[in-house]
């Protein structure tokens, strides 16, 4: 295993060296997938609280769906967002293939599933009689959503970070969409995947322990604010 | 949650899903149970075959592996990567035989004692392809480094794999004799294959060198016509070599296999399949067979 010590070695060399090339990458990274993931909050969150307080018909059918597409191969979503972008494609006229909004594009359309089946689960921890209550006591309907927000705080933080762990983690359809073009669409995974074809086995495991420490940061912030006001025995 | 289900699917979900547990825990169960079998001895070993994604993605080696394997009663495990990473996986031990492209680089492992027994196969040549109306005027070019210099003057849009790859190192050989050092906005490297890279020069209308075979496979799909060729450095020459036993004496290097593989190409019906492969469904070779022949006479 002497790549992989070298390998841990050069990974800590070049961060703390601050090197150029791997910090834009890392930062690309970030970028790209805070993005993502916000965006994928912004859709999810608002539709989870919706199937989870709303009965309407054919309910039970949009649930299945989301359900489905909560593990809804990264590649395939690659293949789609492809066909719309390219310029052949009905999007093509915006030339946004092998651009980092590509990327965005395609990680949210990953994470947005994830993120509204788990917040429709949060939602649905909460009692199904809550809004009416909340209502009652006078709240606008601004208040009730955000009353609702805090209530299910723990069950949607972990519908955060496991959007964010989707994209993070996610390669195929960043390659496909991105074309990991160095100093444009190049993020840790897709580099990683480049080391490893180049042969620089050394850096590809360099690049893996920026990308775990990377994702257990992100993540262990999100904990912290998910666990943070909570005392045991409260 | 409540899923919607008709009835009949929820009186036997439950014992659906127990029995598609079961199933998959009993598979589970015997394919352990098989890795735990010894090898049987008389059984010849799988032949590691590390190749560039060239000869992978024209279809060549789905065509000769099946052949070799019926011949000889080997298996071949083909791993189709940059010719780098090939290199790379032939310097630790990882396999048996490399089939590459990448002279410069090859010899190196040659002088190292790392490969032995480096066999020309055969060649196919690289192309600049580029966006039909030709904006850098590459088409006039006398010379692929003059057509470089063309496109770097003019600040076209240049897509370069980036790979490490053989194709890439051959670029990179082709920048250093126009005497530029290619950078800026213009110049975007892939990190990527070359079905990839074409797809990107295509679609953001850019030039790139690419190798015959690939461009051939994926026209149909492009914006991009072949602008330069037919120069003889331009030539793609691709060599087998074996991974040398002695210097891993811990691992089992299958240097019987792996010859047996070389001795396979180098035969002359083997070499006549090459030059025909690709005739019938793009209407020119894709390779042409160099058997026994010296490398540096080798012409267009």
């Given at each position: 295993?002497?790549?992989?010590?070298?390998?841990?070695?050069?990974?800590?060399?070049?961060?703390?060296?601050?090197?150029?090339?791997?910090?834009?990458?890392?930062?690309?990274?970030?970028?790209?997938?805070?993005?993502?993931?916000?965006?994928?909050?912004?859709?999810?969150?608002?539709?989870?609280?919706?199937?989870?307080?709303?009965?309407?018909?054919?309910?039970?059918?949009?649930?299945?769906?989301?359900?489905?597409?909560?593990?809804?191969?990264?590649?395939?979503?690659?293949?789609?967002?492809?066909?719309?972008?390219?310029?052949?494609?009905?999007?093509?006229?915006?030339?946004?293939?092998?651009?980092?909004?590509?990327?965005?594009?395609?990680?949210?359309?990953?994470?947005?599933?994830?993120?509204?089946?788990?917040?429709?689960?949060?939602?649905?921890?909460?009692?199904?009689?809550?809004?009416?209550?909340?209502?009652?006591?006078?709240?606008?309907?601004?208040?009730?959503?955000?009353?609702?927000?805090?209530?299910?705080?723990?069950?949607?933080?972990?519908?955060?970070?496991?959007?964010?762990?989707?994209?993070?983690?996610?390669?195929?359809?960043?390659?496909?969409?991105?074309?990991?073009?160095?100093?444009?669409?190049?993020?840790?995974?897709?580099?990683?995947?480049?080391?490893?074809?180049?042969?620089?086995?050394?850096?590809?495991?360099?690049?893996?322990?920026?990308?775990?420490?990377?994702?257990?940061?992100?993540?262990?912030?999100?904990?912290?604010?998910?666990?943070?006001?909570?005392?045991?025995?409260? | 949650?409540?899923?919607?289900?008709?009835?009949?699917?929820?009186?036997y979900l439950t014992p659906l899903v127990v029995g598609i547990l079961l199933i998959g825990l009993l598979a589970g169960c015997g394919q352990k149970?098989?890795?735990?079998?010894?090898?049987?001895?008389?059984?010849?070993?799988?032949?590691?075959?590390?190749?560039?994604?060239?000869?992978?993605?024209?279809?060549?080696?789905?065509?000769?592996?099946?052949?070799?394997?019926?011949?000889?009663?080997?298996?071949?495990?083909?791993?189709?990567?940059?010719?780098?990473?090939?290199?790379?996986?032939?310097?630790?031990?990882?396999?048996?035989?490399?089939?590459?492209?990448?002279?410069?680089?090859?010899?190196?492992?040659?002088?190292?004692?790392?490969?032995?027994?480096?066999?020309?196969?055969?060649?196919?040549?690289?192309?600049?392809?580029?966006?039909?109306?030709?904006?850098?005027?590459?088409?006039?070019?006398?010379?692929?480094?003059?057509?470089?210099?063309?496109?770097?003057?003019?600040?076209?849009?240049?897509?370069?794999?980036?790979?490490?790859?053989?194709?890439?190192?051959?670029?990179?050989?082709?920048?250093?004799?126009?005497?530029?050092?290619?950078?800026?906005?213009?110049?975007?490297?892939?990190?990527?294959?070359?079905?990839?890279?074409?797809?990107?020069?295509?679609?953001?209308?850019?030039?790139?060198?690419?190798?015959?075979?690939?461009?051939?496979?994926?026209?149909?799909?492009?914006?991009?016509?072949?602008?330069?060729?037919?120069?003889?450095?331009?030539?793609?020459?691709?060599?087998?070599?074996?991974?040398?036993?002695?210097?891993?004496?811990?691992?089992?290097?299958?240097?019987?296999?792996?010859?047996?593989?070389?001795?396979?190409?180098?035969?002359?019906?083997?070499?006549?399949?090459?030059?025909?492969?690709?005739?019938?469904?793009?209407?020119?070779?894709?390779?042409?067979?160099?058997?026994?022949?010296?490398?540096?006479?080798?012409?267009?």
């Amino acid at each position: 295993m002497g790549t992989a010590w070298q390998g841990l070695v050069r990974g800590v060399e070049l961060l703390v060296g601050l090197d150029p090339g791997v910090l834009e990458v890392v930062w690309l990274t970030l970028r790209v997938c805070g993005q993502a993931t916000v965006l994928s909050v912004l859709v999810g969150v608002p539709l989870g609280a919706f199937l989870a307080f709303r009965r309407f018909l054919g309910r039970g059918l949009v649930v299945s769906v989301v359900n489905t597409l909560m593990g809804i191969p990264p590649t395939v979503v690659g293949l789609w967002v492809s066909f719309l972008l390219w310029r052949s494609g009905p999007l093509g006229r915006l030339e946004l293939i092998y651009t980092p909004t590509a990327i965005v594009i395609a990680q949210a359309v990953i994470a947005a599933p994830l993120v509204t089946g788990l917040s429709m689960a949060a939602f649905q921890q909460l009692p199904q009689k809550l809004p009416a209550q909340i209502l009652a006591l006078g709240a606008s309907p601004v208040q009730l959503f955000w009353t609702l927000l805090k209530e299910a705080r723990l069950g949607l933080l972990a519908a955060v970070i496991a959007g964010f762990g989707g994209v993070v983690s996610e390669v195929g359809a960043s390659m496909m969409v991105g074309g990991n073009i160095l100093h444009h669409t190049r993020v840790l995974t897709t580099a990683i995947v480049m080391e490893v074809s180049r042969g620089n086995f050394a850096m590809a495991w360099a690049l893996s322990f920026i990308l775990l420490g990377l994702s257990f940061t992100v993540t262990a912030v999100l904990t912290l604010l998910q666990q943070g006001r909570r005392r045991y025995g409260d | 949650m409540t899923v919607y289900l008709p009835s009949w699917l929820r009186r036997y979900l439950t014992p659906l899903v127990v029995g598609i547990l079961l199933i998959g825990l009993l598979a589970g169960c015997g394919q352990k149970a098989e890795g735990e079998a010894p090898p049987v001895a008389s059984a010849k070993k799988p032949v590691i075959l590390a190749t560039t994604t060239s000869t992978m993605d024209t279809g060549l080696l789905d065509v000769l592996i099946p052949l070799f394997e019926k011949e000889t009663g080997y298996t071949v495990k083909p791993h189709g990567v940059g010719t780098g990473q090939a290199l790379a996986m032939g310097e630790q031990g990882n396999a048996d035989v490399l089939l590459v492209h990448a002279p410069e680089d090859e010899k190196k492992l040659v002088d190292k004692g790392v490969v032995i027994n480096r066999q020309l196969v055969m060649h196919n040549d690289f192309v600049i392809v580029g966006p039909p109306e030709d904006p850098a005027g590459v088409k006039e070019a006398g010379s692929s480094a003059e057509a470089f210099r063309r496109i770097a003057t003019q600040e076209a849009l240049f897509v370069s794999r980036g790979d490490d790859s053989g194709t890439h190192k051959k670029e990179k050989a082709i920048w250093s004799q126009a005497g530029i050092q290619p950078s800026g906005r213009w110049y975007q490297e892939a990190g990527a294959g070359m079905g990839q890279t074409l797809n990107i020069a295509s679609e953001k209308g850019g030039y790139t060198l690419t190798d015959r075979g690939t461009y051939l496979a994926l026209r149909k799909n492009l914006k991009l016509d072949i602008l330069l060729e037919g120069e003889k450095s331009l030539l793609n020459i691709y060599h087998v070599m074996q991974v040398n036993p002695d210097k891993f004496p811990d691992l089992e290097i299958n240097s019987e296999g792996a010859k047996a593989f070389i001795d396979f190409l180098l035969a002359p019906e083997t070499q006549k399949i090459i030059g025909d492969f690709g005739k019938d469904k793009y209407g020119q070779p894709l390779f042409f067979p160099d058997a026994g022949k010296d490398e540096n006479s080798l012409g267009m």
